[in-house]
């Protein structure tokens, strides 16, 4: 047996005793107890199960079933089995998911974890309380069985376990060290770098902001598009930079929309499948404009700049994009995982895949290029919806923002509510909410031009 460094560092920074106890892998958990002489309800077992809000780890003893129609109608759910390619170690801690455990094993003197195909890790029972944390208990949706009938629904085999927490972990510090190598990060572009800098000149002006773009012709030749879109009303001529500068967009929105199209053409992505280039630039010119016009109409907050919320909606995913360009094998896992269950949440997968999430990856890069601390917030915070601290009126507008394109069937928010207090936060009614979305709809043609040309 290998004691996988996680699950030890877990089990000593809780100052658990714990021994093992090895047993026939030929066995079910329920049979094992049984040739050891130990009570099968002392004995901890763990299912997954999922449904399109998250993942729940039920965790109870080898003597009881799960009623899983039971569950699902108490906590209104619609949970199925998460097939198992192998073992789960009954700790919910470790996977950073939900558990609900059956009240059988509380007060019990010691319980026995089923640890892998033939192994039990003992702990003491009130360990065993501490290390399900917030756990919830349960007796109600659970009922015993016969030893004739026992046969386990998850077999004791010798395969891996569909997460291996020392392998995700090994990669999250893999990926976490080599984004801190800055020689292994793609160079922040050096357009994106020159904007940033004349963005600390107070003397600046649109001649000066111009003659930057105006290096790019590509980038000079998006924003011109951008400005003469219908999204912006404008209806008179604009023939240069400066025009769309003074005319149209204004200084900062101009800046920080350079910026964000500079930095997102420093990743060369696959173009398609669901994380593909061109379903993230669609997403991102969408949540890009949604987040400016929803900032635009912010009444109880600190009112965001439209051009940081505009970058701040456009660049909120730079971790996928930062995965693809890295970590090609990853990236390929993840999209192939995405695909086969296309229910599940992105972040939920990632943590299985990679141990790591999109929005840890985005704010790693988004610190090492030095980007403003609005940018970090946004990228780092923007699935939180609880999410209260400084510049949290970009997070919240992308939550927002998000929420309401999955009735577009766009980006990897899977929840559609509307949390109340997040508008009331905002000073937003969902009148206002319903009406700048129907604007942004009826400019679909306009919005899926420009995410053409960013993938391009």
């Known amino acids: 047996m290998s004691f996988p460094p996680v699950l030890k560092r877990f089990l000593e920074d809780k100052g658990v005793k714990y021994d093992f106890i090895k047993h026939s892998d030929k066995k079910t958990a329920f049979e094992a107890a049984l040739d050891l002489g130990l009570e099968p309800n002392r004995v901890a077992r763990a299912t997954l199960l999922r449904d399109h809000d998250g993942i729940l780890m039920v965790i109870y003893p080898v003597s009881r079933k799960l009623n899983l129609e039971e569950l699902?109608?108490?906590?209104?759910?619609?949970?199925?089995?998460?097939?198992?390619?192998?073992?789960?170690?009954?700790?919910?801690?470790?996977?950073?998911?939900?558990?609900?455990?059956?009240?059988?094993?509380?007060?019990?003197?010691?319980?026995?974890?089923?640890?892998?195909?033939?192994?039990?890790?003992?702990?003491?029972?009130?360990?065993?309380?501490?290390?399900?944390?917030?756990?919830?208990?349960?007796?109600?949706?659970?009922?015993?069985?016969?030893?004739?009938?026992?046969?386990?629904?998850?077999?004791?085999?010798?395969?891996?376990?569909?997460?291996?927490?020392?392998?995700?972990?090994?990669?999250?510090?893999?990926?976490?060290?080599?984004?801190?190598?800055?020689?292994?990060?793609p160079a922040i572009p050096q357009i994106a770098l020159q904007v940033l800098q004349l963005g600390g000149n107070p003397y600046a002006n649109a001649s000066d902001l111009a003659a930057i773009i105006e290096q790019d012709p590509s980038l000079s030749t998006q924003l011109l598009r951008y400005a003469k879109s219908p999204f912006y009303g404008f209806r008179g001529e604009i023939d240069s930079i400066s025009d769309a500068i003074s005319r149209v967009l204004g200084f900062d929105m101009v800046m920080d929309m350079a910026m964000g199209i500079s930095m997102g053409k420093a990743f060369k992505n696959p173009a398609d499948g669901p994380l593909g280039l061109n379903a993230f630039w669609r997403h991102a010119t969408y949540s890009a404009a949604l987040v400016q016009k929803l900032g635009c109409a912010v009444t109880n907050t600190h009112k965001p700049r439209p051009g940081m919320a505009y970058l701040a909606g456009l660049m909120h995913n730079m971790g996928i994009l930062l995965l693809g360009h890295l970590f090609k094998k990853e990236f390929n896992i993840l999209t192939k995982t995405l695909k086969e269950n296309p229910g599940a949440e992105l972040i939920e997968l990632e943590q299985q895949v990679l141990g790591v999430t999109h929005m840890e990856m985005g704010a790693w890069l988004m610190e090492a290029w030095n980007l403003p601390d609005e940018l970090i917030i946004a990228v780092k915070e923007h699935h939180n919806a609880e999410y209260n601290e400084a510049h949290s009126v970009y997070p919240n507008l992308i939550l927002l923002s998000n929420r309401l394109l999955t009735a577009m069937e766009m980006g990897d928010e899977i929840r559609d509510d509307i949390p109340a207090e997040l508008l009331e936060k905002l000073g937003l009614t969902s009148e206002q909410v319903v009406e700048i979305f129907d604007v942004i709809i009826e400019n679909k043609e306009g919005l899926d031009y420009m995410a053409l040309q960013m993938a391009a």
């Open 72 to 185: 699902n109608n108490k906590l209104n759910r619609k949970y199925t089995i998460l097939n198992a390619r192998g073992v789960y170690v009954p700790l919910a801690a470790v996977y950073h998911v939900d558990a609900i455990v059956d009240e059988t094993l509380l007060g019990q003197e010691s319980v026995h974890l089923v640890f892998d195909s033939e192994t039990l890790c003992s702990v003491s029972g009130s360990d065993f309380q501490i290390l399900q944390g917030t756990a919830v208990w349960y007796d109600s949706i659970f009922y015993s069985k016969s030893e004739a009938g026992s046969t386990d629904s998850l077999i004791m085999k010798k395969v891996q376990p569909i997460v291996d927490v020392e392998e995700v972990h090994s990669r999250r510090e893999q990926i976490k060290e080599k984004l801190h190598d800055i020689t292994e990060l």
